[in-house]
Nanobody, 126 residues
Framework: QVQLVETGGGLVQAGGSLRLSCAAS????????MGWFRQAPGKEREFVAA????????YYQRSVKGRFTISRDNAKNSVYLQMNSLKPEDTAVYYC???????????????????WGQGTQVTVSS
């Protein structure tokens, strides 16, 4: 069994920054994509960012591009999300996710991923 654990959430004022971390533990696995999703109260979960194993291909949701940066450290089985210039609309529970290889499903869809973290709350005050 694989566990993903997110850390780094919290309360920050608008314009501030937070860095989320997600570490995988348990059964050794090799992920292709690792990604971040978020879910705000009363809204559906949405894609935020994804990164391939090599780190050479990265995707962002349009609303976070230029403000968020995703990165990963395969030696540590970890993925990170640096969030700058935070806005109140970024308030949500943030989840990391990992796949176990190619499955043909879009990287931006939750159905692509095999493992999920428990989520970490990010609250941005105005």
């Amino acid at each position: 069994q694989v566990q993903l654990v997110e850390t780094g959430g919290g309360l920050v004022q608008a314009g501030g920054s937070l860095r989320l971390s997600c570490a995988a533990s348990g059964r050794t696995f090799s992920s292709g994509y690792m990604g971040w999703f978020r879910q705000a109260p009363g809204k559906e979960r949405e894609f935020v960012a994804a990164i391939t194993r090599s780190g050479t291909t990265i995707y962002y949701q349009r609303s976070v591009k230029g403000r968020f940066t995703i990165s990963r450290d395969n030696a540590k089985n970890s993925v990170y999300l640096q969030m700058n210039s935070l806005k109140p609309e970024d308030t949500a529970v943030y989840y990391c996710a990992a796949d176990t290889g190619y499955n043909g499903r879009p990287y931006s869809s939750g159905t692509h991923y095999d493992y999920w973290g428990q989520g970490t709350q990010v609250t941005v005050s105005s």
